[in-house]
């Protein structure tokens, strides 16, 4: 196995320019949480959790899952410095261990453009997903600049649409909500939000 990338990354992860563009995923998805105090919330590929800790007031319950032990330990620091009450972490690689459990929203911020077979991601969410239960990916518009072998260059709003429909999510909503300077492997990018209920 080769070694995880992301816990050499971890104790430096936090940069200024990560937590600007957090800072505005975080905006657009607080206005997908309304009315979810009630709501468990998985945090899929939380990272350090810079997306999800603004979500913690809104939600009944937040789980931050991700693969790298590093990161979730940065997140465990998070959550006593922050002493926040509603929060579990999992660590999980994807597609384990989290089988037993139910979200009734799931964030999957900057994730999927890691992960090879993004279908197969896309089923395991929506079955983990109880009835009228909400995805929210964001990821990056396809980008035709950036070339590199362990990440997709990005989505088109049809791909996602198409792979989003074959799952079998309803009321799907894609929008493309910032554009910004050298945030896609050092090239100008644009973010997009795309969302489905089961």
């Known amino acids: 196995m080769e070694p995880n990338v992301f816990d050499q990354m971890a104790n430096v992860y936090d940069t200024t320019e990560r937590k600007e563009l957090a800072h505005i995923i ?32 809104l939600v009944g319950r937040i789980v931050f899952i991700d693969s790298s032990e590093p990161m979730l330990d940065i997140v465990r620091e998070k959550i006593k410095k922050m002493n926040v009450s509603n929060a579990e972490v999992i660590h999980s690689n994807f597609l384990q261990n989290t089988k037993t459990k139910k979200a009734d929203l799931i964030l999957v911020s900057l994730v999927l453009l890691h992960i090879p077979d993004t279908k197969r991601i ?23 600049k950036v070339n590199h072998p362990k990440v997709h260059n ?6 996602i649409r198409t792979l989003f429909t074959e799952v079998g999510f309803k009321d799907i909503e894609i929008k493309t909500f910032h554009h910004g300077k050298n945030i896609f492997m050092k090239e100008d990018a644009s973010l997009f939000l795309a969302t489905g209920e089961k």
């Open 26 to 57: 975080s905006n657009t998805i607080q206005t997908e949480c309304k009315e979810s105090q009630s709501k468990t919330l998985f945090d899929y590929g939380c990272g350090t959790g810079l997306v999800g800790f603004s979500l913690v007031s």
């Open 122 to 144: 896309l089923n395991f969410f929506y079955d983990i997903l109880n009835p009228n239960g909400k995805l929210m990916v964001v990821d990056f518009d396809k980008n035709e």
């Open 154 to 159: 990005g989505f088109t709003n049809e791909e």
